[in-house]
């Protein structure tokens, strides 16, 4: 069963915590993305990455770091430098550059003790 | 930039009543216009997309119209059922440069039973 996951559903951080959000996909997908949820303000674009090894800053990128060792897998690390981290948090996937249909997985609430 | 205004920010129907969506924007150079559905607590699904060298596409209750010359393009629901609720957002893409698509701000579609 092909698709996009996300885990946890949902996060807990405590001030001056990093965390780190995981996203993997089973599609193939050679790009991949982090987008940032507010209520009110759409999707905005945190990082991107449209092949292993190699990713790029997105609008809001500050305060937040991403990796990309393997195909599958792109998370996301929240740093103590993000300070309103508070936002549900996306991951998607599309085949690649200039694929622009793009799968979402079903998201991670972050959530500030 | 390139950005997209979506309005209506909130719309409110009845059961079997129709639903219009409708985005602006900037980039005329635009090439693809894909909308896609979010459900509480879940990630986007596409749910129907249009590329620029067609004026309309329908998908069953669902349609998506085209103005290039106005640079606008609308989602059509029609009979409208009750699990049609859900958060609708439009994007698009320019013909060059990010592939990226650029998402407005959403629209809450509620339809009261």
């Known amino acids: 069963d092909g698709g996009i996951t996300q885990s946890p559903k949902y996060l807990f951080r405590k001030e001056g915590q990093n965390v780190t959000l995981s996203c993997e996909q089973n599609?193939?997908?050679?790009?991949m993305y982090w987008y940032r949820q507010d209520p009110g303000q759409g999707l905005r674009l945190i990082y991107y990455?449209?092949?292993?090894?190699?990713?790029q800053k997105g609008d809001i990128a500050e305060g937040y770091s991403v990796s990309r060792e393997k195909k599958e897998s792109f998370p996301l690390t929240v740093t103590s430098a993000q300070k309103n981290p508070t936002a549900f948090y996306l991951c998607?996937?599309?085949?690649?550059?200039?694929?622009?249909?793009?799968?979402f997985g079903p998201g991670t609430r972050l959530l500030v003790l | 930039g390139e950005n997209v205004e979506q309005h209506p920010s909130t719309l409110s129907v009845q059961e079997g009543d129709s639903a219009v969506i409708k985005c602006t924007y900037s980039?005329?150079?635009?090439?693809?216009f894909p909308w896609y559905k979010q459900e509480l607590g879940k990630g986007p699904q596409l749910i129907i997309d249009?590329?620029?060298?067609?004026g309309e596409k329908k998908d069953q209750r669902i349609a998506v119209t085209l103005n290039k010359t106005a640079k606008h393009f609308s989602l059509h629901i029609t009979e409208t059922q009750p699990e049609d609720s859900a958060v609708y957002f439009c994007?698009?893409?320019?013909?060059?440069?990010?592939?990226?698509?650029?998402f407005g701000r959403g629209t809450s579609l509620i339809v009261h039973p």
């Open positions: 998607a996937s599309s085949i690649g550059t200039g694929r622009e249909t793009q799968y």
């Open positions: 599609l193939n997908h050679d790009a």
């Open positions: 990455s449209q092949i292993v090894n190699d990713f």
């Open positions: 980039d005329s150079a635009s090439n693809y």
């Open positions: 249009i590329r620029s060298n067609v």
């Open positions: 994007a698009f893409r320019a013909s060059g440069g990010s592939y990226i698509p650029t």
